[in-house]
């Protein structure tokens, strides 16, 4: 890769400190970010005309946050999609980084389900669709090869949210998942707020319960694209992943339930590393099989604190982006599926690996054991996970 070596020393001041956890996400540059583009507005880039909607008996509606840092985003109820996120470049430049379409109706016909929506109840893959709880197996809907993905065939980015404004940074979603839903079992009450603050940080924050054992994965699953959505793929961006370790997969996907290190192999992102340096290395296995990355990153934490996940820098705008999640992995996937056939807001077609995704959750399959951190809520108990998308400048 061109230009890769300079461009890791400033990736590096980028990306904190691969070790670095806490209770606060890191306020460098972003606070004074500004925009050149005043009169650009996300209402502007996606009407709200287009969204209105009734889907399943339900209104939808599409909603507008902004906090004072310069970053604006589009949320619809259906599915809490995020459906844009302008953010300002090194000159104040906005662009839309966030993949997805400016109408209700190609989210409702799409192939591409995921863009930007939560997914669940289980996020990720659950081998053969089956699991077992308190001596009982239940079966789900096999939607992906062999295997179960997302929380079923309508999962919960398929389906329409109450929703709720209290200010023009906050939007509260909730949502009941009745017993049997996609075979999950238990009544399970989902509240999910998205905050986006002062200081460019897309919040979001989940609260459960359940009336039955059951087995929760909830996650976001944006499609990010530092250079504007549709402008290219993200091969150059400059990427850090605090995780010295992984849950390598076999043949489709579903972790074996092994945590192997990453030192030594084209999944190390300790050290800050353009996404398409190794992509290419089909002579490593697990790339071979994921056609790219696709993978679950066990990051460096002992608890359930806020600590940073990822960062990630592309280079030519400047812009910055920082994950950090309460959650114990991140599944790092690089856009190994898209092939230029979809087109997306201002009629740009969606390259291969023309997006990242960093969805913070706990690890896949897990509900089949491999000894990995409990996915089970049971009565009495609250499921609560916070995961924050921070947007800087790096000049």
Same mark, same amino acid.
């Given at each position: 890769?061109?230009?890769?070596?300079?461009?890791?020393?400033?990736?590096?001041?980028?990306?904190?400190?691969?070790?670095?956890?806490?209770?606060?996400?890191?306020?460098?540059?972003?606070?004074?970010?500004?925009?050149?583009?005043?009169?650009?507005?996300?209402?502007?880039?996606?009407?709200?005309?287009?969204?209105?909607?009734?889907?399943?008996?339900?209104?939808?509606?599409?909603?507008?946050?902004?906090?004072?840092?310069?970053?604006?985003?589009?949320?619809?109820?259906?599915?809490? &999609? /995020?459906?844009?996120?302008?953010?300002? +470049? %090194?000159?104040? $430049?906005?662009?839309?980084?966030?993949?997805?379409?400016? *109408?209700?109706?190609?989210?409702?016909?799409?192939?591409?389900?995921?863009?930007?929506?939560?997914?669940?109840?289980?996020?990720?893959?659950?081998?053969?669709?089956?699991?077992?709880?308190?001596?009982?197996?239940?079966?789900?809907?096999?939607?992906?090869?062999?295997?179960?993905?997302?929380?079923?065939?309508?999962?919960?980015?398929?389906?329409?949210?109450?929703?709720?404004?209290?200010?023009?940074?906050?939007?509260?979603?909730?949502?009941?998942?009745?017993?049997?839903?996609?075979?999950?079992?238990?009544?399970?009450?989902?509240?999910?707020?998205?905050?986006?603050?002062?200081?460019?940080?897309? &919040? /979001?924050?989940?609260?459960?319960?359940? +009336? %039955?054992?059951? $087995?929760?994965?909830?996650?976001?699953?944006?499609?990010? *694209?530092?250079?504007?959505?549709?402008?290219?793929?993200?091969?150059?961006?400059?990427?850090?992943?605090?995780?010295?370790?992984?849950?390598?997969?076999?043949?489709?996907?579903?972790?074996?339930?092994?945590?192997?290190?990453?030192?030594?192999?084209?999944?190390?992102?300790?050290?800050?590393?353009?996404?398409?340096?190794?992509?290419?290395?089909?002579?490593?296995?697990?790339?071979?099989?994921?056609?790219?990355?696709?993978?679950?990153?066990?990051?460096?934490?002992?608890?359930?604190?806020?600590?940073?996940?990822?960062?990630?820098?592309?280079?030519?705008?400047?812009?910055?982006?920082?994950?950090?999640?309460?959650?114990?992995?991140?599944?790092?996937?690089?856009?190994?599926?898209?092939?230029?056939?979809?087109?997306?807001?201002?009629?740009?077609?969606?390259?291969?690996?023309?997006?990242?995704?960093?969805?913070?959750?706990?690890?896949?399959?897990?509900?089949?054991?491999?000894?990995?951190?409990?996915?089970?809520?049971?009565?009495?108990?609250?499921?609560?996970?916070?995961?924050?998308?921070?947007?800087?400048?790096?000049?």
């Amino acid at each position: 890769m061109k230009n890769v070596i300079p461009l890791l020393t400033v990736a590096a001041a980028v990306s904190l400190s691969a070790c670095q956890s806490g209770t606060k996400t890191n306020n460098n540059s972003v606070d004074s970010m500004s925009t050149k583009q005043e009169s650009l507005s996300i209402e502007a880039q996606i009407p709200a005309a287009k969204f209105d909607s009734t889907i399943d008996g339900k209104p939808v509606k599409l909603y507008y946050l902004k906090g004072k840092g310069g970053v604006q985003a589009a949320v619809t109820n259906y599915g809490i &999609k /995020i459906v844009g996120l302008l953010a300002p +470049d %090194k000159e104040g $430049v906005l662009a839309d980084v966030e993949l997805g379409y400016d *109408n209700i109706a190609k989210y409702v016909s799409t192939k591409e389900r995921y863009y930007g929506g939560i997914v669940g109840r289980y996020g990720n893959r659950i081998a053969k669709g089956k699991f077992k709880l308190d001596g009982k197996e239940y079966s789900l809907a096999v939607n992906n090869g062999v295997n179960h993905l997302h929380g079923g065939k309508k999962g919960f980015n398929d389906v329409v949210w109450d929703a709720e404004q209290p200010n023009d940074h906050t939007l509260k979603f909730h949502y009941k998942s009745v017993d049997g839903e996609e075979g999950y079992p238990g009544n399970l009450d989902i509240t999910v707020t998205y905050e986006l603050t002062d200081s460019n940080e897309f &919040k /979001i924050d989940y609260e459960a319960t359940t +009336d %039955k054992a059951t $087995v929760i994965n909830l996650t976001n699953h944006s499609f990010f *694209n530092l250079k504007g959505a549709g402008n290219g793929d993200i091969n150059d961006h400059i990427m850090m992943i605090n995780a010295d370790r992984f849950t390598p997969v076999d043949s489709t996907l579903i972790p074996t339930g092994k945590l192997e290190a990453v030192k030594g192999t084209p999944m190390d992102f300790t050290t800050p590393a353009a996404i398409g340096q190794r992509v290419g290395d089909t002579s490593f296995q697990q790339i071979k099989f994921g056609n790219g990355y696709d993978h679950n990153y066990v990051l460096n934490k002992k608890g359930n604190e806020l600590s940073l996940a990822a960062s990630v820098l592309e280079p030519v705008s400047g812009r910055t982006l920082e994950v950090w999640t309460t959650e114990p992995g991140v599944q790092f996937y690089g856009g190994n599926f898209l092939n230029g056939t979809d087109t997306g807001k201002e009629g740009k077609t969606y390259a291969f690996r023309g997006a990242f995704c960093l969805e913070t959750q706990h690890f896949p399959d897990s509900p089949n054991g491999h000894s990995f951190p409990t996915v089970v809520l049971k009565p009495g108990e609250t499921y609560k996970h916070t995961c924050v998308y921070k947007f800087g400048v790096k000049k």
